[in-house]
Structure formats: structure tokens, C-alpha cells
């Protein structure tokens, strides 16, 4: 065949060069994801734990399609000093992945919005103190503010699940989830915030 001009290779190689080149695409399903996630052969050391949330197949995924970055992201994550990083945008790899710490007091939920983004994927975690933080499908909410391009950011009106955020436990969010951070729990506190921008591989 002149398609791959490997004639002459073994069957185990052209099995090779096919799964390199991208069979994570269509291999993941849901049980293959939450047992890989479950190895913790993605941590490289990270201390901090996944929510029991996070789409485990979209993180497969993408983690897969651009491990380089995800492992820096993580690197990033883990890093001892978090608790005296100031307020700030600080680099992790180009613009493929950057990082945002910031400090606030945690909101009543009429002071706050259901988003979405498109071009990053949205790693938060809470360094210190605590919120809730409402998850849901975008498919389902309604839109108020159309997406902008230039913020990568959508605004909903929507139903959905509430988690805590503490120390400890990091989210992930996806571009078809829509979610609501910063939300008090019970009374409102400061918060230091590692929201950790990670590139939408396609």
C-alpha cells in the first residue's frame, strides 16, 4: 500500500504507529477513564486530590492530547509556596497554561454567575478558606451574557450541583460545563484562589 509505504513492517509495529497516533480520540470510555484517574499514574507527585466530580473521560482526554502541559499545570499545582503567592497572573507554558491567583471573600449566590469558557479548561482549587462552587451542564442552561471571544467567557442562568471547595481537592471544569464559584457556605470568608488556565486540545 503507498498510503504508508510500511509494507514491509511487522503487524506489531503498524499496531504501534496506529495507537500513537492518536487512539485516546475514541478509546476512552467512561470505566477505562475512572479506572486510569483512579492509577494516579497522571499525579507525577501531586499531593492534592481530584473531586469526585470531574468528568473523568473529558479529563482522560485531554490529558492525553497534551500531557506536556497538563504535567506542568500539575507541577504548578503542587508547588509548596501557594500560600504566599501574591495576587497575580504567573506563567506555567506560554499560552498554553497560566496561572491565576486571587483573594476575595467568599459571595452570597445572587453575587455571583454561572460560566463557561471555550478555549481553556478551568482548574480551580482553593488554597485557603472555603466556597461552594455549583456545576452543571451547558446544554441545559440558559444564556445571559453570549459568549466573548476576547474574555472566553459565556454568562447562565442554571440549575445544579453545589460542592464544597477547601484545601485539599482541585475541580476541573470543561467547556460543556457551565459553573458557579466563590459562593459562601455558610458565612462569608476570605479565600485565596489557584485557578490554573489549561489549552482545550481538539
Do not use: C
Request: aromatic residues 12%; charged residues 25%.
Amino acid at each position: 500500500m503507498k498510503l504508508l509505504s510500511v509494507k514491509n513492517l511487522s503487524f506489531t509495529a503498524v499496531l504501534m504507529l496506529f495507537m500513537l497516533s492518536g487512539y485516546s480520540q475514541t478509546e476512552w470510555t467512561k470505566d477505562k477513564a475512572v479506572q486510569w484517574l483512579k492509577t494516579g499514574d497522571w499525579k507525577n507527585g501531586l499531593r492534592i486530590k481530584p473531586h469526585p466530580s470531574i468528568n473523568a473521560r473529558e479529563f482522560a482526554e485531554q490529558y492525553h492530547k497534551n500531557k506536556e502541559i497538563w504535567d506542568k499545570a500539575f507541577a504548578f499545582l503542587n508547588r509548596k509556596d501557594l500560600d504566599t503567592l501574591s495576587a497575580g497572573t504567573y506563567p506555567v507554558d506560554g499560552k498554553n497554561a497560566y496561572a491565576i491567583v486571587s483573594l476575595y471573600d467568599s459571595k452570597d449566590a445572587d453575587k455571583t454567575k454561572w460560566e463557561s469558557h471555550r478555549q481553556y479548561i478551568d482548574l480551580q482549587y482553593v488554597i485557603s478558606g472555603k466556597e461552594k462552587i455549583g456545576v452543571a451542564p451547558v446544554i441545559h442552561a440558559r444564556v445571559t451574557e453570549a459568549y466573548d471571544e476576547a474574555k472566553d467567557i459565556a454568562h447562565y442562568e442554571s440549575d445544579g450541583k453545589y460542592y464544597v471547595a477547601e484545601p485539599g481537592t482541585f475541580f476541573l471544569f470543561f467547556p460543556q460545563e457551565t459553573h458557579r464559584p466563590g459562593i459562601k457556605v455558610s458565612s462569608s470568608v476570605p479565600v485565596r484562589k489557584l485557578v490554573i488556565k489549561i489549552i482545550v486540545a481538539h
